[in-house]
Structure formats: structure tokens, C-alpha cells
């Protein structure tokens, strides 16, 4: 469920760093690496020094 309303608010705001965030999370959890990694790209394409997507990404390294 929350995925389908994350996505949601992606296609209203394609710019929300947030909720591309959050969505990386959410895939991540899900066990879904690799669409979680493109994700958190996709957030430091609009904030290069995210820590939360700059963390994500040094975990989804030790897991693949």
C-alpha cells in the first residue's frame, strides 16, 4: 500500500527527493536491490550529499 501511494506522488511530483527516497527504502526492504539502487540515483541526481541515499547505497554494496 505504501508503495502504490509513494508512486503516486511521484507522478505528481517527479522532483520530490523525498518520496524517491522513501521508495528506494521501501524496494530495499522488499529485497528488490537493484530497483532500489536506481532509486537512490535518481535522489542524489537532485541532492548529490543526501546522507540517507549516500547510506543506502554503502549498504546495498555490502549486499550484493
Known sequence: M?????R???KH???SKEAEFILG???EVKGLLKEAGKHFHKVLKKDYQHSGALA???RL???S
Open 2 to 6: 505504501a508503495e502504490s501511494e509513494v
Open 8 to 10: 503516486t506522488i511521484l
Open 13 to 15: 511530483d517527479a522532483n
Open 25 to 27: 527504502r521501501i524496494l
Open 56 to 58: 543506502a547505497l554503502e
Open 61 to 63: 554494496s555490502k549486499k
